[in-house]
Each structure stands twice: as structure tokens, then as C-alpha cells.
T-cell receptor
Framework: GNSVTQMEGPVTLSEEAFLTINCTYT??????LFWYVQYPGEGLQLLLK?????DKGSNKGFEATYRKETTSFHLEKGSVQVSDSAVYFC??????????FGQGTELSVKP | GAGVSQTPSNKVTEKGKYVELRCDPI?????LYWYRQSLGQGPEFLIY????????DSGLPNDRFFAVRPEGSVSTLKIQRTERGDSAVYLC???????????????FGSGTQLSVL
């Protein structure tokens, strides 16, 4: 079945460090791929998405590229800030359209 | 309000009791989803509504779980004979675009924390 696997957290970085959160997926067909973020005390919100192979989603300095050959959608940011501390969820949209989420990766950025 | 509203924010109940969780989606959003999130896990799909009808209820774990959306807006998730394993955060989300288009953007509520003692 369809599934999403993320690197385990927590990930702890210093401010201005480079961030990578790995995400790989298993799916039939060509799903859309998403990153959602959950800031402390808030609901999940869409960070970025990509709908087809080689698409790059970007938002707030974060980027992720849809790699069909490696079935990956790794999240990157060149310089993290304390305000980026949150839990990040990778997700895919299956053939029926519902989202299937990974287990989440907690990011903690220290000043 | 402008966002997805879920009530109550917290619900504590005893094993065997019946509970109802309410979701008020963003006005105009025809798609509504229920997810369940256990501690340290990602959200797990339960059911999806397009309008008034349940288009996909494949994620409901058993027949103790039921959801309705009678007027195509507010939805209620109902759990009968609650068990301790039902304890989780129940999330509701709504979307303007139907699923499968690749254009759907889900807006999530803050969830209802259900604790079954």
C-alpha cells in the first residue's frame, strides 16, 4: 500500500544551519507530494507541495523536489531560524485523493 | 471565524461511554476530512466527505466509529463504547478543491484531544 517514511527526530540545529529532513514514499501511480508543518500550539498547515516529477515546491525559504527515480521528497532550508522550530510532516495524496502522512520529524532550532 | 473550528478542544470520558466530536469547516469548503493522530505519529485518515456524503470511510477502524455531515457543512464524529485505545487527537480538515486534483490544500483545525480513562 501507499506509505511515507521520514527521518526520525528530534533534529536539533543551531540558528543559520542548513536543514535537510528526508522523506521517501511508496505509492502506485504518481501521487502529489506535500510538506505540512505544525508549530507549537497550532494546527497543521501546508508548507509546500509538488504535483509531478521534477517539480520543486518552495515556501518561506523551504524547498523540496519531487524525485521519482528515488521516490523522495526531501525538505531543505539553507539557513534555519528559531521560529522554524516545529514538527514537519511529509505526505502524499493517494489515488482517491486522501492524504497519507509520515510520522513527523520534530525540529528544534537553538539561538 | 475564518478557520476550521473543532469542539471541544479536550474531552475526557470513561471507557464504554459515547462521545461526539464536532467540526465546523471553513465556509464554502465542500470537502471535509477526519484524521486521528496518536502521540508521536502522523495523522491517520479516518473518513472524507464531499458535500453531505461520505466519499471514503475506509479509515474508520471499526463500527464503533461513525461520522455525519447532514447539511454539507458541520460534521460530527461519533464514537460508541469508547476504549482506552481510542485516546488520541482527532483532527478535522476542510478543502475547497476536491481530492485527487493535486490542487487541494487542506486547512486543519486544532483538534480535539480525546482521553478515555
Amino acid at each position: 500500500g501507499n506509505s511515507v517514511t521520514q527521518m526520525e527526530g528530534p533534529v536539533t540545529l543551531s540558528e543559520e544551519a542548513f536543514l535537510t529532513i528526508n522523506c521517501t514514499y511508496t505509492a502506485t501511480g504518481y501521487p502529489s507530494l506535500f510538506w505540512y508543518v505544525q508549530y507549537p500550539g497550532e494546527g497543521l498547515q501546508l508548507l509546500l507541495k509538488a504535483t509531478k516529477a521534477d517539480d520543486k515546491g518552495s515556501n518561506k525559504g523551504f524547498e523540496a523536489t519531487y524525485r521519482k527515480e528515488t521516490t523522495s521528497f526531501h525538505l531543505e532550508k539553507g539557513s534555519v531560524q528559531v521560529s522554524d522550530s516545529a514538527v514537519y510532516f511529509c505526505a502524499l495524496s493517494d489515488q482517491g485523493g486522501k492524504l497519507i502522512f509520515g510520522q513527523g520529524t520534530e525540529l528544534s532550532v537553538k539561538p | 471565524g475564518a478557520g476550521v473550528s473543532q469542539t471541544p478542544s479536550n474531552k475526557v470520558t470513561e471507557k464504554g461511554k459515547y462521545v461526539e466530536l464536532r467540526c465546523d469547516p471553513i465556509s464554502g469548503h465542500t470537502a471535509l476530512y477526519w484524521y486521528r493522530q496518536s502521540l508521536g505519529q502522523g495523522p491517520e485518515f479516518l473518513i472524507y466527505f464531499q458535500g453531505t456524503g461520505a466519499a471514503d470511510d475506509s479509515g474508520l477502524p471499526n463500527d464503533r466509529f461513525f461520522a455525519v455531515r447532514p447539511e454539507g457543512s458541520v460534521s460530527t464524529l461519533k464514537i460508541q463504547r469508547t476504549e482506552r485505545g481510542d485516546s488520541a487527537v482527532y483532527l478535522c480538515a476542510s478543502s475547497f478543491s476536491p481530492p485527487g486534483t493535486g490542487n487541494e490544500k487542506l486547512f486543519f483545525g486544532s483538534g480535539t484531544q480525546l482521553s478515555v480513562l
